[in-house]
Structures are given as structure tokens and as C-alpha cells.
């Protein structure tokens, strides 16, 4: 059984009084329960929204690709052509290091969410 709250714990603790709202519990095993569930689900969001870009970004890589393929048959042929060519691989390599970091950001995200298994285990 919880303690009540002192006059001198509502004015120090507002973000915990503010949890113990939204929990519906003086129970700190209830307060960390939802909070911890919280932070879970919101970052389960956000990895499905970073997969998307990455493979949304994925598919992009692979279509500068084939165009870049394409256009080394044609473009050197061409005015500006060689620019234009030259313009498509740095857009990739640029591309491609923005890959490299979103998977970096998903694989730290996706570390956050077995950590938040362990600490919503903790208060089960």
C-alpha cells in the first residue's frame, strides 16, 4: 500500500504526480508499469516508421542504380550528359551513407525495445 502524498511530494515530484494521473494508481509499480508500457509501444511506432524509410529508401538506391547503369551507355554521348551522370552518383553515394545510418538508428532502437521488454518484465 502506497503512502499518501505530502503536501512537500506534490510540489518536488509534478512529472510523478502527473503519471500517477495518467496510471489512475499511487502504486509506483503501477506508474513505472505504464510508463515503461508506454515508452514500448511508442517505440515499437518508430521503428515501423524507420523500416518504411529504409526500405522506401532501399528501393530508391536501387533505382538510381539501374538509371545510372542505363546511363553510362548514352550519357557520355550526350550535352551535359557526363554532369548529369556524375550528379546521379553522388546523389547515390550520399544515398547509401544515409542508408548505412538508418539501419545504425533502427539497430539502436530495436536494442531500446528488448531493453523496455526487460523493465516492463520487471513490473509485471
Do not use: W
Not at 508506454?38 to 522506401?56: A, P, V
Not at 548514352?74 to 547509401?96: A, I
Amino acid at each position: 500500500m502506497a503512502t499518501p502524498s505530502t503536501p512537500y511530494a506534490l510540489v518536488q515530484t509534478p512529472k510523478f504526480q502527473e503519471l500517477k494521473k495518467f496510471a489512475d494508481s499511487n502504486n509506483l509499480e503501477d506508474i513505472f508499469r505504464f510508463l515503461f508500457s508506454q515508452e514500448y509501444s511508442g517505440n515499437e511506432g518508430f521503428i515501423t516508421l524507420l523500416e518504411k524509410m529504409r526500405d522506401d529508401l532501399v528501393e530508391k538506391i536501387k533505382g538510381v542504380e539501374k538509371l545510372i547503369e542505363e546511363g553510362e551507355a548514352f550519357c557520355p554521348f550526350h550535352d551535359e550528359g557526363d554532369v548529369g551522370l556524375e550528379f546521379m552518383k553522388q546523389t547515390l553515394e550520399r544515398d547509401k551513407k544515409v542508408l548505412a545510418a538508418l539501419t545504425g538508428v533502427i539497430d539502436l532502437a530495436c536494442e531500446g525495445r528488448e531493453e523496455k521488454k526487460f523493465h516492463l518484465s520487471c513490473f509485471a
